[in-house]
């Protein structure tokens, strides 16, 4: 019995301990620089470790395997090629009855035999290129997954944004990276080959040529891998300064701020704000460049030791009468050749190094879990929402957003949240979202903690019409249901006629199939900044089995006749589901349960239209300025 007892009581325990679990808050735990880094690059990475993962899918490969090795065979003998040939014509030209045929024959045969082994090799190459070109780009597209996954407040993370900003160095670049590795290692297949076969006609000559050889191999890579690392090392002082050019390239290019930069005369801003950066540039390159001038000796000192080694070997060799004229013209090739082996093998082993190096940064982002998971609780049924001393201030800052707001949302209440710019209105939607999580205090759904609602199930809750607003390039229909699988076609017209927009759509040649914007289709439909509002209130409404509705500022673009239209249908739309809209325009809001008075990021008053009019407070000072504008217009209009 006191056994059974035991098990329930650890039962009972493990429960509690489940429900009470909650998300990480990896927005916060990252801005640590010694947390960021053992959060994110757990191990180091060794060469041999990268290699492991790189080869993984293509030893899986047979026909990928079977042309490596073709390729280094076809191609690594190419050199021996020459060097016998080199051996076979002058022999056949010491040899007192030379005749023409003879090293005509001898010439052909060569032609023959190394038309063969390129046309093999450059075959076996060229129509395996792809396959690297197709693991480069899963490589991003899983990349890419983790970041538009990835905590919306990493974002605002300018340190973690630092470092882990190398993740696409690897992957942008058919050249570099992990592709330029794949096609580096594949023609190094064929360069080791004539190492080997060359070393080992040298070793025959005498071993302290090939050992030459390898102390050359080893020093470059050494001295190579030194200054791959010391760069790698100070890779986030570059991203820092690269990250914030970029932006300025950027927007200095960007047509949309075009018209300010001409008006204003900003262009001189602008090279004052890229003055700095270009110094600091200048100063890392000119770090780096000086690091390689000092060990760069190392690398000539050993490459010229092969050349001494090899050429007093020879010459030792034909004074002794070892070695005949013949044979000496062909080692003295064989040399020549063996050192332009040895040095593009050194220097293939640096490249790999220091692009596996960064390749090793996209495995750390990759593999890192970069979404506050955890949480176990669920939401069943209509949604209350309760703030309850709820503190905010955005990560790397401590200026407060909003402080000690308490606030009770009645499932099924249509609430206002007013205020002027700045307030923490579009704040508080982040937080009741999920995006943020509040410095202090709680966010409760139903009286649960938001905390321990896993993230996903949270996000599912709601249906929200953002402030800024911004389609994709898909279609119409994609854009509305946020999709490409299972549209249900009736659904996004119903939608888009609830949004005011069906109109519109149906007027174009392909109805809700047109795709959007010209960055693919030259023909995109380009909306207007309210037709863009409309769209994404049509996604919102599209959205199954939400339990909350989110309006923040969703007829922003819209005049104000527009505006007070649409609000009256979603009063209709919207009936018996959790509402919260956000807005600046005070007369919009009046049908609402409630409005909600925010500024200086706290409640300062709340109540029906009527009541809050009837006090002499913000809100009534607010209204009266903003009708006298309405009215102002109106008598514009009709005069």
Known sequence: MNGRKELLDIKNYSDNMQTTEKRKNLAVDLLDKEMRKKYLHTEKHGLLDILKVMYRPVLKNGKIVVASIGYAITDGIL???????????????????????????????????????????????????????????????????????????????????????????????????????YHRIFDMGGTLVSVILLGALLILVSPWIALAGVLFVSVFYLVQKNITIYKHERREELK????????????????????DMRVFQMKGRFQQAFTPLLEAYEKLYRIFTLRELHLSFLESAALVLIDIVSFLTLIFKVQNGTITISEFVMLLTAVTLFTQSIQLFAQGLAYIKSETLYYGDTIDFMEADLVSTGGANHVNGPVSIEFKDVSFHYPGSDAMVLENLN????????????????????????????????????????????????????????????????????????????????INRNRVKESLKKAGLWEKVASLPNGIDSSMLKMIEDDG??????ENQKLSIARALYREGTQVMIMDEPTAALD?????????????????????????????????DRIILLDGGSIVQQGTHDELMK??????????????YYQADYREVTA
């Open 240 to 259: 820092k300064v690269s990250r914030r050019s970029d932006n300025y390239t950027a927007k200095s290019s960007d047509f949309q701020y075009g018209k």
């Open 79 to 181: 050199p021996l090629l020459s060097v016998l040939i080199v051996y076979v014509l002058v022999r056949l030209l010491a040899l007192p009855d030379a005749m023409p045929k003879r090293l005509i024959l001898a010439a052909g045969i060569y032609a023959i035999a190394f038309f063969i082994c390129s046309f093999v090799s450059s075959q076996l190459k060229h129509r395996n290129y792809s396959f690297f070109m197709g693991l480069r780009l899963r490589n991003l597209s899983k990349a890419m997954e983790q970041f538009m996954t990835m905590d919306y407040g990493l974002f605002e993370n300018s340190s973690f944004l630092d470092d882990i900003g190398n993740w696409d160095r690897s992957l942008q670049s058919n050249n570099a990276g992990l592709e330029g590795s």
């Open 525 to 530: 439909v380009i909306l207007s900044g309210g």
């Open 407 to 486: 606030l009770m949302i009645e499932a099924g209440e249509k609430c206002a949240l007013v205020g002027i710019n700045g307030a923490g209105k579009t704040t508080l939607v982040k937080l009741l979202t999920g995006l943020y999580q509040p410095t202090t205090g709680k966010i409760l759904i139903n009286g649960e903690d938001a905390t321990t609602i896993p993230q996903e199930e949270l996000f599912s809750l709601y249906g929200v019409v953002f402030q800024e607003v911004q389609p994709l390039a898909l279609t119409i229909a994609e854009n509305v249901a946020a999709t490409d699988l299972n």
């Open 560 to 592: 104000a006749i527009a505006e007070q239209k649409i609000y009256q249908e979603f009063d209709a739309i919207l009936s018996g589901k959790t509402t919260l809209f956000i807005s600046h325009r005070l007369a919009s809001t009046r049908f609402c």
């Open 615 to 628: 006090e002499e407070g913000l809100y009534q000072t607010m209204f009266l300025t903003q009708g006298k």
